[in-house]
């Protein structure tokens, strides 16, 4: 899988919008950017996942890149219980996919 | 639907003694994966596994680690001579049976061993 670059770090202030962002120069044009997210304490859970077009559900919404070379996640309203360690994963849609290549992730603080 | 179980939630071992994580996947999964995660650190795959089957086992340390998933029962983690390095928090997530890279992991709470 290749990889991606996130910030170590982000604060958020309650209610207001949060923009995560992920870097994956090296991606391919087989790889789905896929979001999970691990509460303090629990395991990771998924968030979104796209290809080329940008995606909404209800926990968040996905923008890529025209050249999908870099992803945003957005929070539309940050509330206390986002806070979380935000992993942004590419998986290769060529063979089986199997595993989830976790990086280092980005921990959003989110205050009141 | 009841999520992914994982038991114990916690386990104390001393060095040297064996350590058995138990996963039930969610109903109508049959993909395992197992996944550990060290104090302070990004969580790193260990194996996959289907019903019977290893399929990919790159993960997991050459010695003391083996994980199974039966035709019936859950997937078993086994550690075998524990030592202080394995205390971790190792998860266990599922998937449906179509595998694509589209497909979602659903991860249980996890289990945190502790080597005394």
């Known amino acids: 899988d290749a990889k991606t670059t996130q910030p170590n770090s982000m604060e958020s202030n309650e209610e207001e919008p949060v923009h995560l962002p992920c870097n994956h120069s090296?991606?391919?044009?087989?790889?789905?950017i896929h979001w999970y997210r691990q509460l303090p304490s629990q395991g990771p859970e998924y968030v979104i996942h796209?290809?080329?077009s940008n995606v909404n559900n209800r926990m968040a919404s996905l923008a890529i890149a025209e050249d999908r070379k870099s992803s945003t996640l957005i929070l539309h309203r940050a509330t206390l219980r986002d806070a979380a360690v935000y992993y942004c994963i590419l998986r290769d849609n060529t063979g089986t996919a199997s595993k989830l290549t976790f990086g280092t992730g980005t921990r959003l603080q989110v205050t009141l | 639907n009841a999520g992914v179980m994982q038991n114990p939630r916690h386990l104390v071992r001393r060095r040297g003694q064996e350590a058995r994580l138990r996963c039930s996947p969610m109903k109508g999964h049959s993909h395992v994966y197992w996944y550990r995660q060290l104090p302070e650190e990004g969580l790193k795959f260990m194996v996959y596994?289907?019903?019977?089957?290893?399929?990919?086992e790159s993960g997991m340390p050459k010695e003391r680690f083996s994980a199974e998933f039966p035709k019936e029962g859950p997937s078993i983690l086994r550690i075998q001579q524990v030592v202080r390095g394995d205390s971790a928090a190792y998860f266990c997530?599922?998937?449906?049976?179509?595998?694509?890279?589209?497909?979602?992991?659903?991860f249980g709470p996890g289990t945190r061993l502790t080597v005394l």
């Open positions: 090296t991606i391919s044009g087989t790889d789905y």
């Open positions: 796209g290809l080329t």
């Open positions: 596994l289907q019903k019977e089957n290893i399929i990919d």
């Open positions: 997530a599922s998937s449906p049976r179509t595998v694509s890279s589209t497909d979602t992991q659903y």
